[in-house]
């Protein structure tokens, strides 16, 4: 059967594939370093370059392979079966450097052809102050993922417009050297990521890099009268098609882990009684129901994107808080994965450095992000099923 096409330049689906495997296995030969530096290397970065995943979602009329959802969603998790730090700057970076699509022409084509990567804070912590045809930007943003890198960062800010009647939730997309970085990044998990803080000080950003997410959330469409309309973000639902990596990552990790649980089992005798434990119906029942759960959280991640794709076709019914339960209930099966091959193969995984517990500890800190909190999707999607308004975006 013959190779499917992305979109833009003659890149297939398995180039990309391919590039996303170098990709981690660089990452998973420089772990320690990245623990040790709390961000993944230069070399990782510019193999990302290198490949095209950086720009693997940019629109074809800037010369990317503008790849569809389900393709992302395989380089992900692709890049998580080796390192989950390094999926997740897999995930963010082409994710960011296609927000200009949402920017008018201007903004977007000064941006996308100045070939750098964008980092981004959705989390609306600035102030504006207008300034002419612009604003001045201020405010302290954390967990700032892969800034190290980057020379642009969007940031979290509520505008206030003259022809608006209230504040409206903008991401200007600010220069990486007109703010402060501070590398305040030490965790407990996804190390390798960079997430560090940025402080802005009354930096210049002209409406044209002003990204208002409101509308990009309500329309799902540039600010454009002549826009790509095969373009696949142009279609889907704003913030539950950004929040997509999150579960292929944790997907990615767990089936990892899973490799390593039957590597170790295996050959594994136990002292108490002398029993090989690949032909014991313990070890056995662990690995089968490990496997069905990862079955299951596979089907839900599925569904999500067969929803984010259907979306428009399905008459835009589907709510937030419905991708975002579907999300979180797979990263959780991963989370319980994890927890219990680690748990089930006992005090011969508890040293530090092998890949039990770096996958471990970052599954978990995926599981930590806002947007993938089980308890507070279920909550948010309990509510719409009870026809009440949720307040969650995705």
């Not at 959705?122 to 020379?151: Q, T």
């Not at 309309?229 to 889907?236: A, I, N, Q, R």
């Not at 999500?304 to 259907?310: A, E, H, T």
Request: net charge negative; proline share 5%.
């Amino acid at each position: 059967m013959a190779s499917q096409l992305v979109k833009g330049e003659t890149l297939t689906v398995e180039d990309l594939l391919a590039g996303a495997e170098r990709i981690g296995q660089l990452a998973e030969q420089e772990a320690a370093e990245a623990e040790k530096n709390a961000t993944i290397s230069q070399n990782v970065v510019d193999l990302m370059k290198e490949t095209q995943i950086a720009r693997m979602m940019l629109p074809k009329k800037y010369g990317g392979p503008q790849a569809d959802l389900k393709t992302f969603a395989k380089v992900v998790r692709k890049v998580a079966n080796y390192n989950i730090s390094a999926a997740w700057l897999t995930y963010l970076y082409p994710l960011h450097n296609m927000l200009p699509a949402f920017l008018p022409e201007k903004g977007a084509d000064e941006i996308i052809n100045s070939g750098g990567l964008i980092a981004d804070i959705f989390a609306a912590l600035g102030k504006a102050e207008r300034d002419g045809d612009g604003y001045r930007i201020s405010g302290k943003w954390s967990f700032v993922s892969g800034i190290n890198y980057s020379d642009w960062v969007g940031v979290g800010v509520m505008i206030q417009f003259p022809d608006t009647e209230k504040p409206v939730y903008c991401l200007p997309m600010l220069k990486t050297s007109e703010v402060e970085i501070v590398h305040n990044w030490d965790t407990f998990g996804l190390r390798g990521s960079g997430s560090n803080q940025i402080i802005a000080d009354s930096v210049y950003v002209p409406m044209e890099r002003i990204l208002r997410l409101d509308q990009a959330e309500l329309t799902r469409r540039p600010p454009l009268d002549d826009y790509d309309t095969e373009y696949p973000f142009y279609h889907v639902p704003f913030f539950p098609s950004f929040y997509i990596g999150f579960g292929y990552m944790a997907l990615g990790g767990a089936e990892r882990m899973l490799k390593e649980f039957k590597t170790l089992t295996e050959k594994r005798v136990r002292l108490m009684d002398g029993v090989r434990e690949s032909e014991s119906p313990r070890s056995q029942r662990v690995l089968a129901e490990m496997t069905t759960d990862f079955h299951v959280a596979e089907c839900l991640m599925d569904k999500y994107i067969d929803l984010l794709v259907d979306y428009e076709k399905d008459g835009c019914q589907t709510p937030p808080s419905e991708f975002f339960a579907i999300r979180t209930k797979a990263i959780k099966l991963c989370v319980d994965i994890a927890v219990r091959s680690l748990l089930v193969l006992g005090g011969g995984a508890l040293y530090k450095g092998g890949p039990m517990e770096l996958f471990l500890r970052d599954i978990m800190a995926v599981a930590t992000h806002k947007t993938s909190l089980y308890e507070d999707a279920v909550a948010a999607y309990g509510k719409e099923l009870f026809g009440f308004e949720s307040g969650v975006r995705g």
